[in-house]
């Protein structure tokens, strides 16, 4: 097995998207390949078919590779839960929650044999690997313990390209002095520059690639254009890059607020709402942000009854409230989800040291903490809301506790299995579900935007849309053409020492 490993001068410089590209990239070529990450920490999360966790990036990659995921490509997630505190996720299934000190200290050094495991079952099946690593391989008061970055490049045997966010500043600098940091071995191993997200003058930045290059003697590979890539993002870094993303700001625009909880996990859920023509998304933190908006979206969170807390302090919730009894829309989603109903149950401290909590009231269900976490696949089709009956959907669920609704409450969705999922009310303004990706079916998203159009006499969008299947392969593609036109691939094969593919 051949492998490389990018590596980054910090967090979201790019190096999921980019090895997104390299697994896409390979694959066109004709090479049976596979993403990797050791220690991955993130809130975004991906269920494989085995119903085990892992990172959503490295999920992604696995499907730009039109491979299935395993627990093997990323042995290793962190969860955080609040602070110092992290859900330990290995080989796709709860281990611990841990504060930090004791993961860096008694955990990590029995870690190194479970990533080397996984490391070799891929190995064993895949031709060629592209590794992730993970914030920056120079953070010196963490070295001695970081098994993301240049550990997992020894036990891999990788080359590592280094790649910097120009479009944060200062890419020089952090370069350069991420190289200084390193140790003479580790050193050695970087092959390569890429300088990502460049919005500039080409004829500008050439002088300094040139010095870059001279300084250092490592070449710059390429110099990747900024771009929406369409592709997922992997942490709650990327919330701030939301507000670059295109809106449609012509004609008539639903306003949608996604409140922006403390503990927000897998917001992926919103990314389909930025391709609807005629919705204005807009992510609140405080009452002060709230301006009336036509639809409410709650999210998934690591922590229901805290955020649910925050809500409450913050003013949130009684807006929330006020504006659903007076028309407007609100959806939950799984944590959002149980925040809908009226009471929340934590007999054991499962969650947090909260017994009960009353929920804003909004659907009639309640929510019991149960040890044990639910991680599935899913599929079904819909079967309390009128303005999509019948329609299929699919997703996942990663969510602790069971709710359940109270007499005369009407189920959201009909699972395969053949229970039933969620709660709408009967006005169907309200609704919520443990579905992640709810929003990724578009068909149901545009026909549910639709009804609401309709309600509040707004012309209606074309019901025709695009698959999910359809989009992401069309965003793999364009990715990949995208990063292949500005990259250098026959050096990048060099540097692996990878015969380059016939045409």
């Known amino acids: 097995m051949k492998a490389i490993m990018l590596q980054g001068t910090s967090s979201d410089v790019g190096k999921s998207v980019l090895c997104t590209a390299l697994c896409r990239i390979f694959y066109e070529d004709g090479w049976k390949v596979a993403p990797f990450k050791s220690q991955n920490m993130a809130l975004n999360s991906y269920i494989t078919r085995d119903g085990k966790e892992i990172g959503r990036a490295q999920g992604v990659q696995a499907e730009a590779c039109r491979i299935e995921a395993t627990a093997d490509m990323n042995p290793i997630l962190l969860k955080p ?8 996720i290995v080989r796709g299934e709860h281990y611990a929650d841990m504060g930090a000190a004791a ?7 029995r870690a190194l044999p479970i990533l080397r495991e996984s490391l070799d079952r891929l190995a064993a099946e ?13 953070e010196i008061n963490l070295k001695d313990r970081d098994i993301a970055n240049m550990k ?34 580790e050193r050695a191993r970087v092959k390569g520059f890429i300088i990502n997200k460049f919005r500039g003058k080409f004829s500008l930045l050439k002088p300094g690639l040139d010095w870059l290059e001279e300084y250092t003697g490592i070449p710059v590979l390429g110099v990747i254009p900024y771009a929406d890539t369409g592709i997922e993002a992997e942490d709650s870094l990327a919330l701030s890059n939301l507000k670059l993303k295109k809106r449609d700001e012509t004609g008539e625009s639903l306003d949608v607020a996604f409140i922006r909880l403390p503990r927000i996990s897998n917001f992926t859920d919103l990314d389909p709402l930025y391709d609807e023509p005629g919705v204005r998304v807009r992510l609140i933190g405080s009452a002060a942000e709230w301006n009336h908006p036509d639809i409410v979206i709650l999210p998934g969170t690591k922590n229901t009854t805290d955020d649910l807390l925050w809500l409450k302090q913050t003013g949130l919730a009684d807006l929330i409230c006020e504006a659903a009894q007076s028309g407007t829309h609100v959806v939950g989603i799984c944590g959002g989800y149980q925040m809908l109903g009226k009471k929340l149950f934590d007999p054991d401290r499962v969650e947090s040291n909260h017994l009960e909590s009353e929920g804003l009231g909004l659907l009639p269900i309640h929510t019991t903490f149960r040890a044990g976490k639910r991680t599935v696949r899913v599929h079904g089709n819909v079967a309390g809301a009128s303005f999509a009956s019948g329609q299929t959907v699919e997703g996942y669920e990663i969510h602790l506790g069971r709710t359940e609704r109270e007499a005369g409450g009407r189920p959201l969705l009909q699972i395969a299995d053949g229970h039933m999922d969620g709660a709408i009310s009967d006005d169907e303004r309200v609704w919520g579900t443990y579905l992640h990706g709810v929003f990724h079916n578009r068909a149901f998203t545009r026909a549910w935007l639709n009804d609401i159009r309709m309600r509040k006499g707004m012309k209606l969008v074309d019901t025709e849309v695009q698959t999910e299947s359809e989009r992401r392969e069309g965003s793999y593609a364009a990715l990949a053409a995208l990063v292949r036109q500005h990259l250098d691939m026959k050096k990048l094969y060099e540097i692996m020492n990878l015969s380059l593919p016939v045409k």
């Open 103 to 109: 993961y860096r200290e008694d955990y990590v050094p």
């Open 152 to 185: 997992v490049a020894e036990l891999a045997d990788a080359p590592v390209l280094l790649v910097a966010d120009i479009d944060r500043g200062g890419v020089f600098a952090s370069l350069v002095g991420t190289l200084s940091l390193l140790d003479e071995s």
């Open 126 to 138: 895949y031709e060629v690997l592209v590794i992730e690593g993970a914030g920056s391989p120079a």
């Open 81 to 88: 839960k609040k602070d110092m505190i992290a859900e330990v």
